[in-house]
């Protein structure tokens, strides 16, 4: 049995599209909705936020809100640090996806001598960097920042001193760098992402299944070959990003991908993972209710959430 804490991060400041620091909050009227006391079962932390950046200038277009965006790796590695050491298990809810370079480095800075797994169920990369992105916004950059990525070769922008020291800075939270290994990665539902994303893939054999493998090989195959894969690793950290759903049902978030993954197939997915005792930190992310008329992409989210955390509480 593990004991849960909540770990709700409202931030939004690494998304390009506004409505992802409400998602907790709409995930909470679906709890409601379906009359269940989730939200009040487990103690939690809501980490202060840098939101207020979203109304001042944009000082470093190739990295969005980058100092905004260290000072939320910084609360929330400390949070997941000090939540494993004391002995619980980090559920961690987050508005976009940038903050989970954060959730790493907490993980990390509570085991810095283990290999910790990373399972991406998504259907971006998250691989740019402030020299590659197209967009400039960090939500498409944790997995780089937790390599320690520049990936220079491809670059696109040349940076000016402070992004520069600022990129350096978030790839070093913790005093570890890098926090993960790319043979450490497993990419699930990825679907959209740039060459300069692939480069890095190709360059490290970073390890994809695809949807239609998924749907060829089934959901136990795939979660034991994942498993497989990430045998060496003493930790698995789950990072959920709702668009990794197809967009008929992902409406509900800023950035929906075609071809995605069925509800079902990602609830059973998600509860086969959680049942590893290697798990140590499940994250759930980019639910954005402003572009959802019905809340239906909380209430998806929500229904996952409840039945992965059943399945902590009794393994």
């Not at 849960?4 to 909470?28: C, D, F, W, Y």
């Not at 990295?63 to 929330?76: H, L, P, S």
């Not at 950035?255 to 086969?272: Q, Y």
Request: glycine fraction near 6%.
């Amino acid at each position: 049995m593990r004991n849960i804490k909540i770990i709700e991060v409202n931030s939004e400041i690494g998304a390009g599209t506004r409505g992802a620091s409400l998602g907790i909050e709409a995930m909470k009227v679906a709890a409601l909705d379906f009359m269940s006391s989730f939200f009040v079962n487990f103690p939690s932390e809501k980490i202060e936020t840098e939101n207020h950046l979203l109304y001042e200038p944009i000082t470093s277009p190739y990295a969005k809100r980058i100092q905004g965006v260290n000072t939320m790796y910084e609360r929330i590695s400390q949070s997941v640090k000090e939540t494993l050491d004391s002995g619980l298990f980090p559920l961690v809810l987050a508005g976009d996806h940038s903050t989970a370079g954060g959730t790493i480095a907490g993980i990390k800075m509570a085991y810095p001598k283990d290999e910790l797994g990373v399972v991406w169920i998504d259907a971006h990369a998250d691989l740019h960097t402030p020299y590659t992105t197209p967009s400039g916004n960090m939500h498409g950059m944790p997995l780089a920042a937790s390599l320690g990525e520049d990936n220079t070769s491809c670059k696109v922008h040349n940076l000016d001193k402070e992004t520069a020291s600022l990129w350096d800075k978030l790839k070093n939270i913790g005093g570890i760098n890098p926090k993960i290994k790319p043979e450490n990665i497993v990419f699930i539902a990825l679907r959209d992402y740039e060459e300069q994303e692939k480069a890095i893939i190709k360059k490290h054999g970073i390890k994809i299944i695809t949807v239609q493998e998924v749907r060829r090989k089934g959901i136990e195959n795939v979660v034991k070959n994942t498993l497989l894969h990430l045998a060496h690793c003493e930790h698995i950290y789950v990072s959920f990003d709702v668009d990794s759903l197809d967009s008929s049902i992902s409406r509900g978030t800023g950035t929906p991908v075609s071809n995605g993954l069925k509800l079902r197939e990602a609830d059973d997915m998600i509860a086969a993972f959680v049942q590893n005792h290697k798990l140590c930190c499940l994250e759930v992310t980019e639910v954005n209710p402003t572009l959802d008329s019905e809340n239906l992409m909380a209430e998806m989210a929500f229904n996952i959430l409840q039945r992965s955390v059943n399945l902590l509480l009794v393994n």
